[in-house]
């Protein structure tokens, strides 16, 4: 079992930068995929950005690319999302996911461990 906790959201001008955390306890194997989504009210969760627990490959939505950066520290068992640039449709909560498969990296229903989620509020 993996357990993971957000931490890091808050309220920030549009054009400023946060800086996400997510912690996560139990075992996780190389084949993993770590992976950022949000959701907004009234809105489908969507993908956010993705990176192999083993390699350098990543995934970015288009809305983010450009300005959000995914890394992980293996050894610390924590995955980051460094967020630039931030525009108010960025507001939402963002959550922490874990992908035993590998496959489906963008596709929710593939990953089976979730964080509770981080608020993240760009003001204009």
């Known amino acids: 079992q993996v357990q993971l906790v957000e931490s890091g959201g808050g309220l920030v001008q549009a054009g400023g930068s946060l800086r996400l955390s997510c912690a996560a306890s139990?075992?996780?194997?190389?084949?993993?995929?770590m992976g950022w989504f949000r959701q907004a009210p009234g809105k489908e969760r969507e993908f956010v950005a993705a990176i192999m627990w083993s390699g350098a490959n990543t995934n970015y939505a288009d809305s983010v690319k450009g300005r959000f950066t995914i890394s992980r520290d293996n050894a610390k068992n924590t995955v980051y999302l460094q967020m630039n640039s931030l525009k108010p449709e960025d507001t939402a909560v963002y959550y922490c996911?874990?992908?035993?498969?590998?496959?489906?990296?963008?596709?929710?229903?593939?990953?089976?461990?979730w964080g509770q989620g981080t608020q993240v509020t760009v003001s204009s």
């Open positions: 139990g075992r996780i194997f190389s084949t993993y995929v």
């Open positions: 996911a874990a992908n035993p498969s590998g496959l489906g990296r963008i596709r929710a229903e593939y990953y089976d461990y």
